[in-house]
């Protein structure tokens, strides 16, 4: 007979004694199991101890978290979190380094736990650090040419253990002092400074940054650009993670009036240059979140084309329209001619004749054209740009297609503001940045106008795509349609440069699109007689089935989800799987990502699927509307999913990836007995129906198909041909 669910069996240890097998009943206050391990050792004062799971971790035992216990745990018996808390908060104020030194290496391990940070926190502790951090460490730099190692080890610990209670969101960063923030920028402004003692501060001014625009200031005023840059032509990745990390905070949070005067102390700088040579360029492989970092960096100077993009231009003023009579000077090769050459009517004529060769939609006044948002004036500069960097091949396009029969030309006009609008939509324009994407383009990095070369490239791939499909202007929106699919394919190589890039999109000519296209649809042939309709309607239920099986042996096989935390860099897992008769979901936590598969015996929690009312996704989800200040994104909704049981209970699940997302709710829906609705659903359907449609029509190959089923020939004269078998 099975041990009832409330007991759990784990050994208990003490330093210097035996271990303990107990039995521990849930159902006990934790005090009352905690008084009966100190009586075993014959410890008084029960209430100055606590139990501690005995691992890396070192996580206190709390009534919230005591359900976490599981068979076979091993537990520790230690001094309670605010008797640690109490001799900790005496032990780093000790006269002696080296009491100190081991004091404040406990304290920043300690400090991972939330319980202890409480209690800490509870006796000012944070004022205390911060305090060290301000005044103590002038005299430790006294001893530091005597006891360099140990100097850097003291600064190391303290910032860490500052680091990890504050990343446990228990105090605000509100509350800290001018004075604080100078010592932490000093750290950063040495050139010589110990790698930890770095990390950390660079650490503490980024959370500083995005966490309070009061400190953002602050900051602000202590940290330059310059004094940031030469931390990544180093070649410690961690460090020149962490630089670009404060780098986009500052950027990030800077007022809209301040960000261009930032975008050009970083080109001044040559900050681009300095990442592709020490970082993009570097023999040290790029790991996942400086990735994210250089994703976020390359938003942020997108997003700066914003203003532009979104400003209408004024056919009113002079200087705006001086920008198109340059393109039409440039083009033509004409001078402003004098007021007094000619009658104003053939002045205008041959303005009108000109602004049609450079294929403006608005042949009298081409500034109406300008007044679109998107692209808005963005449109004009990469014109102008193109014009002036790219003379000869703004020439010739011009040329060439003012030449060619009207219907048949490419109007540059239209073309580069509809481009430059798809480009924008393409880096996405304006929107802030997700929290888990790592997509960043090598090529933007290897030009202090990348935007405008990408342009500069993408305009001629239209030009030369506009030839080869030999188009007129009633298919303008189609040839739009294969640039942006040229563009896409290309990007999605990820390129190394720009030049790359353009190699990249000379292989992707329009017959090679159209040699892809027919490729894909032989794999989506289209099945439009009434036959094949209603034979895709008799084969669909029995594909809907299998898709249904397999969700449901994709949940029995279970996955591996990460635990819901604000911590980025801290990753703690739970695993959850549906028993082999889909009557129990089991699941529990793990300390790492498992590698094979999860023995049943861990997983000791479990949820009757008979219990399960309904399945919530997205923002509706409990645990998205909680973490409102954690800033989720539209990636990390896309991704949620609750699952609500008994009196208004949950269980919260964040999918790995959109597939699990998919596989997830899809098999819970399963088991509810409603409708499996996923974009995965969708697409096995779409393949395994087209599969099986073919394998039933191979017999067909190349006859033809009736729209209407034959006539039923009329009943013969006689029946003497019929054969009686008996």
């Not at 180093?234 to 949070?253: E, P």
């Not at 540059?412 to 802030?432: A, H, P």
Request: charged share 25%; with cysteine; hydrophobic share 35%.
């Amino acid at each position: 007979m099975p041990p009832p669910a409330d007991i759990v069996k784990v050994a208990i240890e003490w330093p210097g004694a035996f271990p303990k097998l107990m039995e521990i009943d849930q159902k006990k206050p934790l005090s009352a199991i905690i008084k009966e391990v100190c009586e075993g050792w014959s410890l008084g004062n029960h209430e100055n101890f606590a139990l501690q799971i005995a691992d890396a971790t070192n996580f206190y035992i709390t009534e919230k978290n005591r359900n976490d216990i599981k068979n076979g745990s091993i537990l520790r018996l230690t001094t309670s979190p605010y008797q640690t808390a109490v001799q900790l908060h005496e032990r780093i104020q000790s006269s002696s380094m080296d009491a100190k030194l081991e004091s404040l290496k406990d304290l920043a391990n300690a400090s991972r736990d939330i319980t202890f940070a409480q209690e800490f926190i509870n006796l000012d502790g944070i004022s205390l650090l911060t305090q060290m951090v301000e005044s103590g460490t002038e005299r430790y730099q006294k001893l530091q040419k005597i006891m360099k190692p140990c100097f850097g080890d003291l600064l190391s610990f303290t910032l860490t253990a500052f680091v990890e209670l504050m990343d446990h969101g228990i105090v605000s960063w509100d509350t800290f002092s001018v004075a604080f923030i100078k010592k932490i920028a000093s750290y950063v402004n040495k050139s010589a400074m110990d790698t930890a003692v770095l990390q950390r501060s660079l650490a503490i001014l980024e959370s500083m940054v995005l966490n309070s625009q009061d400190l953002y200031h602050k900051v602000a005023q202590e940290i330059t650009i310059g004094q940031l840059i030469p931390h990544l032509q180093g070649t410690d990745q961690d460090i020149q993670t962490y630089t670009i990390a404060v780098i986009n905070a500052l950027f990030l949070k800077a007022p809209e009036e301040k960000r261009q005067e930032m975008a050009h102390i970083l080109a001044q700088k040559q900050l681009r240059s300095i990442i592709l040579s020490n970082v993009i360029r570097s023999p040290t492989p790029i790991n996942d979140e400086m990735a994210h970092q250089l994703y976020v960096l390359q938003v942020l100077t997108f997003n700066l084309l914003e203003d532009r993009m979104m400003t209408k231009m004024d056919p009113q003023d002079q200087a705006q329209r001086d920008i198109i009579f340059e393109l039409r000077r440039i083009a033509f090769d004409v001078e402003c001619e004098p007021n007094n050459s000619g009658s104003i009517e053939k002045r205008k004529s041959m303005y009108t004749r000109d602004y049609k060769k450079l294929g403006f939609i608005n042949h009298v006044n081409p500034a109406v054209d300008f007044t679109q948002i998107p692209p808005g004036m963005l449109a004009l500069d990469n014109m102008l740009y193109f014009a002036r960097h790219h003379q000869d091949a703004y020439i010739r396009i011009v040329l060439e297609n003012s030449s060619r029969e009207d219907k048949h030309e490419c109007p540059f006009g239209r073309s580069s503001i509809e481009l430059t609008k798809m480009l924008c939509e393409i880096l996405k324009v304006g929107e802030l940045p997700s929290e888990n994407c790592h997509d960043f383009h090598p090529m933007f990095f290897t030009h202090d106008r990348s935007f405008e070369e990408f342009f500069c490239i993408c305009i001629q791939l239209l030009n030369k795509t506009w030839k080869e499909m030999r188009a007129t202007s009633e298919d303008f929106n189609k040839v739009m349609q294969v640039v942006r699919e040229q563009i896409m394919r290309a990007l999605t190589l990820k390129p190394n440069s720009l030049d790359q890039f353009k190699s990249r999109l000379q292989n992707l000519s329009y017959t090679e699109i159209l040699k892809i296209r027919q490729s894909e649809r032989m794999n989506q042939e289209d099945f439009q007689s009434r036959p094949i309709l209603e034979l895709r309607e008799k084969i669909q239920p029995e594909i809907m089935e299998l898709i249904k099986q397999q969700r449901l042996n994709r949940l029995c096989d279970g996955t591996c989800f990460r635990k819901i935390s604000s911590r980025r860099r801290q990753d703690k897992f739970w695993y959850c799987r549906l028993s082999p008769n889909h009557k129990v979901l089991h699941y529990g936590d793990l300390e790492e990502s498992p590698q094979g598969e999860v023995p049943h015996d861990s997983l000791q929690d479990k949820l009757p699927v008979a219990d399960i009312k309904a399945v919530i996704t997205g923002k509706d989800c409990p645990h998205m509307k909680e973490k409102g200040a954690l800033k989720q994104n539209k990636e990390v909704l896309e991704l949620a999913f609750s699952v609500l049981y008994e009196s208004d209970e949950y269980l919260n699940f964040i999918a790995p990836d959109k597939h699990e997302y998919c596989v997830w709710t899809d098999g819970l829906n399963a088991l509810l007995g409603k409708e499996m609705t996923s974009d995965y659903t969708k697409s096995d359907m779409d393949t395994l129906l087209t599969m099986e449609m073919k394998l039933r029509l191979l017999d067909l190959e190349n006859i033809q198909i009736p729209e209407a089923p034959p006539p039923i020939p009329k009943e013969p004269s006689n029946y003497d041909f019929v054969y009686d078998c008996n």
